[in-house]
């Protein structure tokens, strides 16, 4: 059994940055591939990255290459989305995933766990 608890969502201007940060309870939580998934309003919940369970493969969606960057700290149990260069259209709720498969995360639409979400508003 995991548990994720995400934080770090707020509001920001345009090109500005946030951290996200999702913690993992549970004693398996390096045998996870862990992602990063949103959903703005009125809009289906699309990828936007994941990072292997030895932190050795990472996927990014195209929307986000460049000025995203997923990591995890499996000594902390934790996964971290660092985010620079906001654009409006990055304002969503975030969510974090845990799957065994990584290709799960990428082409969702179940995941083995996931969050409750973290609101994210990038302003003009």
């Known amino acids: 059994q995991v548990q994720l608890v995400e934080s770090g969502g707020g509001l920001v201007q345009a090109g500005g940055s946030l951290r996200l940060s999702c913690a993992a309870s549970?004693?398996?939580?390096?045998?996870?591939?862990m992602g990063w998934l949103r959903q703005a309003p009125g809009k289906e919940r699309e990828f936007v990255a994941v990072?292997?369970?030895?932190?050795?493969?990472?996927y990014y969606a195209d929307s986000v290459k460049g000025r995203f960057t997923i990591s995890r700290d499996n000594a902390k149990n934790t996964v971290d989305l660092q985010m620079n260069s906001l654009k409006p259209e990055d304002t969503a709720v975030y969510y974090c995933?845990?799957?065994?498969?990584?290709?799960?995360?990428?082409?969702?639409?179940?995941?083995?766990?996931w969050g409750q979400g973290t609101q994210v508003t990038v302003s003009s």
């Open positions: 549970g004693r398996t939580f390096n045998s996870y591939a």
């Open positions: 990072i292997s369970a030895s932190a050795g493969i990472r």
């Open positions: 995933a845990a799957d065994q498969n990584l290709r799960q995360i990428r082409l969702g639409p179940r995941y083995d766990y």
